[in-house]
């Protein structure tokens, strides 16, 4: 399995993105999918969930603002991001998931988000 994250870059404060992961094989439709964030010299924390069944949950940071959704069809995962701060910039990865457990050790290369003027 592979994850491919992609759609970071730079925006000002207040814009929006749209990261998109993409998941290689056939397990995508039975894990939970997470997005993850890592801000130079911090821990990677986790931002959002969604389930198999679409049951999504947020880090308090990000709720209503970030959106996380899916495509089983597609073997695809979606985090819309509004109204983007300075504190929102880190590189952002995609993962499976059980609950809030990461599922798997190669991360990939994950995608920058720079939020600023």
């Known amino acids: 399995v592979q994850l491919q994250a992609s759609g970071g870059g730079l925006v000002q404060p207040g814009g929006s993105l749209r990261l998109s992961c993409a998941v290689s094989?056939?397990?995508?439709?039975?894990?939970?999918m997470g997005w993850y964030r890592q801000a130079p010299g911090k821990q990677r924390e986790l931002v959002a969930t969604v389930t198999s069944g679409g049951a999504t949950n947020y880090a308090d940071s990000v709720k209503g603002r970030f959106t996380i959704s899916r495509d089983n069809a597609k073997n695809t995962v979606w985090l819309q991001m509004n109204d983007l701060k300075p504190g929102d910039t880190a590189v952002y990865y995609c993962?499976?998931?059980?609950?809030?457990?990461?599922?798997?050790?190669?991360w990939g290369q994950g995608t920058q988000v720079t939020v600023s003027s």
């Open positions: 993962n499976l998931v059980v609950g809030a457990l990461p599922q798997l050790r190669n």
């Open positions: 094989g056939s397990i995508f439709q039975a894990y939970g």
